[in-house]
């Protein structure tokens, strides 16, 4: 039986108002997490919200990690200013620096006319990353206290400067020989392990440190897991307590005999010093936050598997 005519164009009605509703929200800008539509909405590492109305063309770096994150998420063309000693690509010596995590030269800084900084949330101290927003300037703030966060971190660059499709393989290749690794780690009894990051005073990785992660990847315990700053000081009497079975040094071999340090002549009955389980990692390859840390866990990995097979 048809429907009679007013009931008919109430029916048109109703349809056709639902279209409208429908094509007009579908033109509005969605938050989107997947970095493909804008404005884009993101938190960092500091907690804070991101709101990104266009993709970042012009970036400022504030660590060496970050700048090697940012080419590493395909977005090196787009660095304008990098911190000190960003060494890493070799593409990276030739952008302006800025200062360093103590030192913003901000002048120059705000010459650059970026319309992204990127910090490091605990290398750059508060006080400056509040400086850089009360001039006005759009600071994201990263920390990477677990290797997981490295591909996090290349996505979320990626996302921020467009570089998403570059960033995500890069990212995928980390997750994937991160997952290998874990694959080969022994299941042999854990091996005590000593993180020096300075000899005087002592310096180690506590648990929120990246460094902690790493060790734990490779089938190792941290000595010190159980102290929760970044970098604590300890005492000689601590790590003679603690007596680890292998220590990684971020000193050089020739520094750590030396008569500067003497670290090797202060505690000769340590375990790993008498076992000649003493092993130095470039501190560019285990302390940046950045894809080549990947480098530095193949070798605390490679260490721990050579003691245990002996």
Known sequence: MPFPAKTS???NWILLTALFIFASLAGLPSYAQDGKVLPLRLVDDQGHVFLLAHRAKR???LSPA?????????????LVGVSRFSDYPAAARSIPSVGDAFSLDLERLLMLEPDLVIAWRS???KLGIDQLERLGLRVFVTEATQLADIPRLLRTIGKLAGTLPVAESA???????LQRLKQQRATHEPVSVFQLIWPQPLITAGAAHIIN????V???TNSFASLPDLMPIISEENLLAANPAVIFSSISDELLASNTYGFVQRFPHISAVKSGHVYFIHPDLIHRQSPRIL?????????????RAQ
């Open 9 to 11: 164009m109430r029916i």
């Open 59 to 61: 970036i400022i770096s």
């Open 66 to 78: 970050i700048t090697e994150l940012v080419f590493a998420a395909g977005a090196g063309e787009k």
């Open 123 to 125: 290398g750059n101290t």
């Open 171 to 177: 990212a995928q290749n980390f997750e994937m020989a």
């Open 213 to 216: 992660d790493i060790i734990n």
């Open 218 to 220: 490779c089938g190792g």
């Open 295 to 307: 480098e530095a866990t193949r070798l605390v990995c490679a260490r721990l598997g050579a003691m």
